[in-house]
């Protein structure tokens, strides 16, 4: 087997590391890959960690033992964050995503893969040091969310439906009532893609008086899950609301369907403060 | 600015560049990340380019110029390639997935985002050549396929729907005549969701006789759209195809209700053979 050098090693490394977040690699799989010592890659790790983390762009984790190995643990930066919030905002102050009736045209930023990717690894970044079994979201807006999420958390996706499938065999139903609109809706999740007693994240694009991210958790109930958070892109103002505890990277506080305004701020991401360096 | 060691900015750059494919940068943003000439960027990139050449894993492309830079194209090899395969073929084969009437329950695949960016990366390898302006899929299993494809070839991403939403705004919807059930269903996509005159990439998780692949590219018609290619996960036999030119990567011959037995071979990808080292 041809040794590699360092320097091929390095980017070698970090581009296996880096492309499939939480995957636990052991050092004997680098050291027989690279014909090298242990104790080689051991100070190869040692340096890409150091850059990761001088970065704010995550870390690796060792894990000792005879099932252990290093993985790499993504996170964002609370700059980077800034500098996504900002252009986010930005882009959703734009008047021209004013739709008839007052409501907000957004697919084109779920669109963009790589704006969709950044916010999946801010929501990702605050639940870093909590134990995730999957990431749940409603059909349609929310799956792009959900799975950049799931991406940077290592766990995988469940997707609830608004209505039930013959291609998803048993499926838990529940009747709720929208937040806003007052009118029943149904959620349902197949029995089988999520173990019973998940601790889950909640993902979503859009989030108003709350109704179809409490319609997720009583559905989740029903599945004994745990509910770790809620994570939203948008907030937008409502009487009453019906989830108290959730993160929200901007909050669309008008729009002024006449004057052709939006007005658009941070969400509450920086004012509940967790998990930024 | 504190000088980088070349080993620190082989991880930081192989990190920044495969972080998000396709994204152009200029080789003055490392010059002055890093402290360091141009001269020394470029013999970093040499290497990077290098390594992911020989992993089959992509390859750096420098565009010249004074908006010119270094971007990231990922491909996969056709060796890794096989493997996915074989591991989706072998989870495919599981009878645990027949469902009454003799459907299959695949959810728990299109919930694991590090199989669907494996899936996605293969799609993106196959229309690595060519211009993609965006990848289009019909709502909802389809979705992480296609972003996870987008993301590979740095596109966006456009979400036929089947019933039209207030949120859309303006939308093109035609009905179209289901392939293997015979009834009518409704394909529509928001005005603003993909550009005229659009070179498209569709995917989709599942096809038999084709009629949803049918309907988007009617659909897309109407758009003016060209469609580049299909790509779907999944194929299975039908009567009567409504789609001649597409990859598919598993095929299931047949699911036996009886014996709980699922036929299982690989897709017309590599008999197709294109792109692929």
């Known amino acids: 087997m041809k ?15 880096i492309q499939e977040p939480h995957k636990l690699i052991p050092l004997g799989t680098f050291a027989e890959r690279y014909g090298t010592a242990k104790s080689s890659i051991s100070e190869d790790l040692d340096i890409i960690h150091e850059v990761l983390e001088a970065q704010g762009a995550g870390a690796l984790e060792t894990v000792s033992g005879a099932a252990g190995g290093v993985r790499f643990i993504p996170r964002m930066s609370r700059a980077q964050t800034e500098g996504v919030l900002r252009d986010l905002c930005g882009r959703l102050a734009d ?11 957004l697919s084109d930023l779920l669109g963009d893969p790589a704006l969709i990717r950044e916010i999946g690894r801010i929501f990702a ?7 995730i079994d999957a990431v749940v979201t409603v059909e349609t807006k929310g799956i792009p969310l959900a799975y950049a999420t799931a991406t ?4 995988s996706v469940a997707i609830v439906r608004r209505d039930s499938r013959v291609t998803e065999g048993s499926v838990v139903t ?21 173990k019973e007693g998940s601790r889950v994240l909640i993902v979503d694009d859009f989030m108003k008086a709350g109704g179809t991210v409490r319609g ?10 745990e509910v ?8 937008s103002p409502a009487r009453e609301r ?29 004012a509940k403060g967790v998990g930024f360096q």
């Not at 970044?125 to 134990?131: D, N």
């Not at 809620?230 to 907030?235: H, Q």
């Not at 505890?245 to 007005?263: C, G, H, M, N, P």
């Open 3 to 17: 040794k590699w050098r360092r320097s091929a090693r390095l980017v070698d490394m970090t581009r296996l590391l």
């Open 95 to 105: 008047p021209d995503r004013i739709l008839p009736g007052g409501y907000l045209y």
């Open 125 to 131: 970044t605050l639940f870093a040091e909590e134990r």
């Open 152 to 155: 940077h958390l290592g766990t």
């Open 174 to 194: 529940i009747n709720a009532v929208s937040g806003s609109s007052r009118r029943i809706r149904t959620f349902s999740l197949a029995r089988r893609s999520l």
């Open 216 to 225: 997720m958790v009583d559905l989740l109930a029903e599945f004994r899950a």
């Open 228 to 235: 770790a958070g809620v994570c939203v892109m948008v907030e």
């Open 242 to 270: 019906l989830v108290d505890d959730y993160f929200s990277l901007a909050k669309v506080d008008e729009i002024d369907v006449k004057s052709r305004t939006i007005a658009v701020s941070f969400g509450n991401l920086f």
